[in-house]
């Protein structure tokens, strides 16, 4: 079976990740600071604050963006759950809003007819690794909190790092990403005020000198240890290469599926834009069944996911929040028929033929 995803882990992983397990110090030593000031560096930020997830991350910057009780936060349906659950995790409330059909994400104006007077902040999300209209939303004058999980190595319409701006980005490390450390997320920004208030609070609210145990705030315990952080930084060492090899994979997937006719691919960089590759999710034609076509890849070897659901029609969203169909057209019609392939930067060639000659046997073709 072709799987989905699949991490490059290698020599230098383990030797990185063995120093730090003989070094005694396997947590808040030396490997954070450094993991954090190298990925700060590769993103043209001026702070980062390595977490234990992508979601903690979100989760912290959407505190250190004021969010609290009761605050409307707008955001995208068509994401990771992770996204909208973080706001709730503040009892403030997700209001989505409908997608671009062609980048996916969040729809600027869209976004901007949904603003009230209990908007407190935007979470724009850069599905799949491509790039937010960020001047866009910056034009709303709300605090922004980028949920940049899945586009490291992007770059927005300016020509600008996904990463560089001012507000808090997060990232994530989970294995199916740009790099991994297993688990982890980072939080980068360009205010140091926001660094300190993250590094307090992923670390039980403790004062920042960190000699002493008092805790002048609420924190919870978001830390990265110096395992993940020692993984994280081999794995930076060769983002360059894993960032390549995923360009040349969805270059190779365009051509093998450019004639399978209906079938949506995923959009070109426009202008200056470029995505981070992180996933190739392709829409089935209309007239398939998604499911359908998932499990004719799977009998022939191609594991293949539905990619992803709509937030606001998963259940616990439903009966929350009493949403239902046709709310969100663009984002419902691209979630009901959006799988993503196999994709992970040492995708062979003819894996690839063998999952397009697969596919276009699932299709009929
Ligand atoms: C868009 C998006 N947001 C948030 C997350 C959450 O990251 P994590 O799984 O590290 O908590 C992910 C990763 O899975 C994601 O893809």
Known sequence: MIPVAQPVIGEREEELVLEVLRSGQLSLGPRLAEFEQAFAARVGAA??????S??????????????????????????FVASANSVLFERARPVFADIDPVTLNLGVEAARAAVTERTTALLP??????????????????????????????????????????????????ANKQITTGEGGIVVSGDP????????ERNQGRAPDMDWLD?????FNYRLSDIACALGLAQLERLEAMLAGRARVAAAYRDALADIEGLALPCEDRDAERRGWFVFVVQV??????????ERLREQGVQSKPYLPA???MSFYRERFGHREGEFPVCEDVAARSLA?????????????????????ALGR
């Open 47 to 52: 702070h980062a604050s390595a977490v234990s």
């Open 311 to 313: 937030i606001h029609l």
């Open 193 to 200: 005020a926001v660094k300190e208030r993250i590094d307090s």
């Open 341 to 361: 392939l196999p994709f992970f930067p040492h995708l062979t060639d003819s894996q690839i033929e063998q999952v397009a000659v697969a596919l276009r046997g």
């Open 285 to 294: 034609p209309g007239a398939h069944d998604r499911d359908t076509v998932i």
């Open 54 to 79: 992508g979601t903690a991350g979100l989760h912290l910057a959407l505190r250190a963006a004021g969010v609290g009780e009761g605050d409307e936060v707008i955001t995208s349906p068509f994401s």
């Open 125 to 174: 999300v850069d599905i799949f690794g491509y790039p937010v209209d960020i001047a866009g939303f910056e034009s709303f004058g709300l605090p922004i909190v980028e949920d940049a999980c899945e586009a490291l190595g992007a770059s927005y319409a300016d020509g600008t790092l996904v990463g560089s701006r001012p507000h808090p980005s997060v990232f994530a490390f989970y």
């Open 215 to 219: 805790h002048d705030r609420l924190g």
